[in-house]
């Protein structure tokens, strides 16, 4: 689950800020967001909340909540926890203890509210002033009302399976356990079944499931990638390339020595990343849709959307790729019914924390991960930008020793020609990109092994060729390559340290020996 935002710089910034004005700042920081158009959708997705399961609706202190999870919080943060907690799966919020000095606090926090706030008023007289302003009170002693300090999720599903529980995290649950708690503890209360076998699917195409067709989508693009990468290194260009430039490799060469292997360095990168979105695309499939998992379907749909549509690139200068269009019209169909099926049910296992020592590694390598996936976010944008407007950056020119304007005199075709691949890379890169920050986001979770080898094949296929292509081209400008090995770097130990947790096994149990 994401609690990067808590874990591990909680530690940092405690010992910057204090304690308690750190869980403000982090608190602050959340509110502000979800308080933006549209922001409370973001907190929500980004901390993989999902409506809770109708086994969690009920009433407290009379009032009804669609989940009876919910929050503590003091006078002094209520407005902050009102406004951030929801979004992040609080079904309710209680403020206490609330004194006659608090109650404007409160007045304040209620305003705008999402979901109920209750009170512990300090006698009588608070609770009249408080009245018209909150939607109940509750007491110290509630039946029924379980208050949590301890950040593991077991005590708290121990306490929702009684229909009337309500159960409360306070301050040290949030700042222990991170934003993702909620989602947690409503995915372990979510009755769950085994997922559906992988098997061979029947000749009726009404019937497939739409992780099959998200599996089919990545795996065709793994397969179109593979052989993108093999025209790279045998003939570089087809009969359509040579007809769009009006010249062979030959030409290419005797205009500039570096220029065939420049225009292979593109594709040979742009041939890893398909592969590495193809990669991420069957695990989101096989690992996460196969399993119900909600968010596995949007992190496809939104990475999707970026990928196809950034493939019709090329139609603004006018060059149509047969066997890249033969790919699209063929997995764009596909796609579209991977994410518009229903996918199956909850078939996930929810597994406990394992050791904390081990769990706060395994959140110090999301948050590299996401700080990853974030960083080739820019780099897709970027390149997508620079192919569509100045075709090369600078190291590009002083590697080639030439300029744009010499290459364009060379033949009318050639700038045309390097921008839509440029192009076509970065929205590859793109969708990648998004797909891995949403995967590192979403899915960290103990014991879910096929997250961590989506990203390690992934990075695999993306990272190498990009690598070993500089270097047989001898394209080493330091500059150029920094975000690549930075890339690596965080990639590698990010996997490393988050091995154990994501690849955990379930403990096997000794059965005691059979009397003789």
Known sequence: MPDWTYQPL???AAALLGADRSRRWALRALATVGSLPGGGFVVARAFGHRHPPSLLAGTVAGVPVRSRLGAVVPPRVARDAVRALPPLGAGLVE?????EADVPLVVKAAEGRRVPVVARAEGPDVARMLAPYVDGFTTGADPGVVRLTSPSVGPAVEALADPTAVVLAAPPVLVGSGP????????AVTPTSAPPPVRKVGGDLRRWPAWWWAFLVGAGLVVAGVGAALITMGPVLLWYDRAFLGMGTERLQAINRRLVGFLQHDRITMAGTMVAVGVLYAGLAMGGMRRGWPWAREALTVSGWILFPASLSSLRWGFVEPLHA????VLFPMFVMAVRRRTAGP?????????????RAALLGQLLMVGTGAGLLVGGVAVSAVGVTDVFVRSDLEYLGTGPEALHAAGPGLLPFVAHDRAGFGGALTAAAVAITLVSAWGWRRGES???WSLALAAAAGFVPAVVVHGVIEYSD??????VFAG???TVTALILSRPYLCARPRKVRRPPDPP
């Open 488 to 490: 690596v770097g965080l």
């Open 10 to 12: 909680r530690g940092i």
């Open 95 to 99: 403020v206490a203890p609330v004194g």
């Open 450 to 452: 096929w997250v961590w």
């Open 347 to 359: 078939g996930w296992t929810a597994r406990p924390e394992g050791p904390r020592r081990e769990w």
């Open 180 to 187: 993702g708690w909620f989602a947690r503890v409503a995915e």
């Open 326 to 329: 033969a790919v699209v019209v």
């Open 478 to 483: 330091f500059g150029h390559l920094a975000p």
